[in-house]
């Protein structure tokens, strides 16, 4: 199955904790009852927020489920402090999905990093380098066929499986490191795709700790 | 360039410390002169090893520069305790190399995750699937030059290439992480290539930490 | 305040999770909605258990509001896998509180490191060896008081504390890493006052995971 | 023994790599040779430290031997990406020491977090609070004494040692993190006793490491 965009591919599986969370770890209080945010406890996590305490920020914690094309999924386990279990296709050889991207973007002169807003390939669908894209890929899939149907171990067939097949894993992480990945991942240095991931898992968390999310989005100078 | 071999592919760049820097920081003594191990140092050793002391085993460190296909490198890199610094195809388009194995094992049977040790295709050279595989993987560098040439941005156009492609890393960790990865990766519930992976750290690795490599292999019943 | 047992100090703060999750990891499943262990829940969860798949078990989270002397912080932390934040005595010089042991257990011969569960003083609240130690205890807390009323920063006084007074600290981690401390701190080498710190954390999960707990219990022979 | 100061308490066990293992881990490159930083060299470090890059500073480690009080060990090992191994009081009972500030120093009044340069006792050698401090202390170290000849554990009978008491560890990091603990702890809101650690730390790898430790100090304009 083909997909030609990265959104909603991630979803919340759960989560321990709110902005409340953090300032009783700061507090190293047990209170279970208060639900609310009083004026002291907004200034008490903008002073930890301000002054870099990031230790509170690490008793919240979030667990995902994400769905992305595999480079998105090696550079997000490059972050150690995160919990991960993945499919494998070691295991699996079905449902296999796979990301086109529309338009493919064009890469940047002046720095040899990024990619550009700008379309690469004039009017993309008619354009000849786009179905060489999609031959190549379908004709991955056809010879990862073959190899299995021939008895060769999953393990190695995957090897022919091009790069744009979706992995998906569970990740869990604190919300400390959490805003440190999406610091790092939402910036225009990043890959376009992983900047739309950071996007989503800031909108996802936002309902959870807007104290924090807002303290975020200040610093970073994010609307 | 087709590698159909994973041999060699890992080389040690540079090392702190051997057997004894593991008996110093148990004895937490400052010691640079004695450069043999007595019996009394091999004894705590042993002592320390039997007993799974294993702080001790975190004082010596290697960094090895390692070339492997993708899904070798999404395994390893599952690793947390190590430290990375991968090349980016985000940057990089030139000297892609890829891995064709040979043989193509047989998918096991009975355990859903191995392959076992028997030619999948006979006579592979000549056997239609193997010509499949390796026009895919082609038909793919023909897609990833033209998208390239299109003005297409690498971060994207690296969709196309396919797993079997090698990357490139450094990777540092301890004595102590490096054998909890070795047990894991040199059992035949590991990927075979992986296997070989694991074998060769060990072989690298012996010549520096004789003694504790023995109490490894006697452990593992490796010879 | 004087405290002569080590009981009850650990609280439950908050946790995320039980059984079922490590069985959605291993899934990459998204279930919000069974609640219930079903059989192949409990071999699955079992088979994982017995190969050692760890991953899984990482998606479950628990917080800890912990209070103990001293050294047996020191040992906490050294778990270098939890998220901790603890009272500082550079800002906090009131209720502070502090642990007599009640009995006083005995050096073990054969065995350096471990205190035999027999009592060293005869008649203890008599002994006038229990009264040194008190009365050292009492003498530092007066020469506390004497060097903050002098004006004395609260970070250098505290030196002259006794290494009894309790600490406190919000502790988070997740399963597979809290049964690793458990396994470790709960046996007969563990400290005394360790292995009962070890065995409440046990206690308190195991309402929430009971499966997994049968599951230690039963590898680690605890009844 | 006693120590009115906290010089020299450092040792630097070993190290492994200088600033051109920097230059080659981010380079990817296996070049044993080159022993000098080239002016391109100078230029990369240069561009990964502006650029905060730091996975390429992971890959040099540092080996140190530390003696210091309680509460300062304690500080240093909540650094979670470090390697320890510490001399434990529940097997050791000679040869402790101990720390007595010279001269304590003032609470600050505005920050209560922090002490002040100024000394806190007039003319303390003669200051009946200094000498309460060492009566304390030296009833403490009775106490314990009396506690093991009476055959109390060695693990419960040094609750009664005060927290002015040395403890000795190996530790074990990488420059990258080193970099973030010197940060953390060089500055004057950090415990003045871990002040002159981390200004200790800098001294001794600067040597080693002088284009970091020169970029490092212009960042954080220490001299």
Avoid at 7 to 31: E, F, T, W
Avoid at 88 to 96: A, G, K, P, Q, V
Avoid at 109 to 121: F, G, M, R, V, Y
Wanted: proline share 4%; with cysteine; aromatic share 12%.
């Amino acid at each position: 199955m083909e997909h030609t965009n990265i959104d909603n591919k991630i979803q919340l599986v759960s989560h321990m904790g709110d902005d409340l969370s953090v300032v009783n770890a700061a507090r190293k209080s047990y209170d279970k009852c208060s639900s609310e945010m009083s004026q002291r406890d907004i200034d008490l996590l903008k002073y930890m927020w301000n002054n870099k305490h990031t230790s509170p920020f690490e008793f919240v914690e979030f667990t995902f489920l994400v769905k992305c094309p595999i480079p998105i999924a090696k550079q997000w386990m490059r972050h150690r402090t995160w919990s991960y279990n993945e499919i494998s296709r070691r295991y699996t050889d079905s449902n296999i999905e796979y990301y086109v991207p529309d338009p493919f973007r064009k890469q940047s002169e002046d720095n040899k990093q990024a990619s550009i807003d700008e379309p690469a390939l004039d009017d993309q669908l008619y354009h000849p380098t786009y179905w060489k894209y999609r031959r190549a890929i379908k004709s991955c899939f056809e010879a990862y066929d073959a190899l299995l149907k021939d008895g060769v171990a999953k393990e190695q067939a995957r090897f022919v499986l091009p790069q744009a097949v979706y992995t998906e894993f569970y990740a869990k992480t604190d919300l400390s490191n959490l805003l440190k990945f999406i610091r790092l991942r939402i910036g225009t240095d990043a890959q376009w795709e992983m900047q739309q991931y950071a996007k989503q898992l800031l909108e996802i968390i936002e309902p959870i700790v807007p104290h924090t999310v807002r303290l975020f989005k200040e610093e970073m100078n994010i609307e």
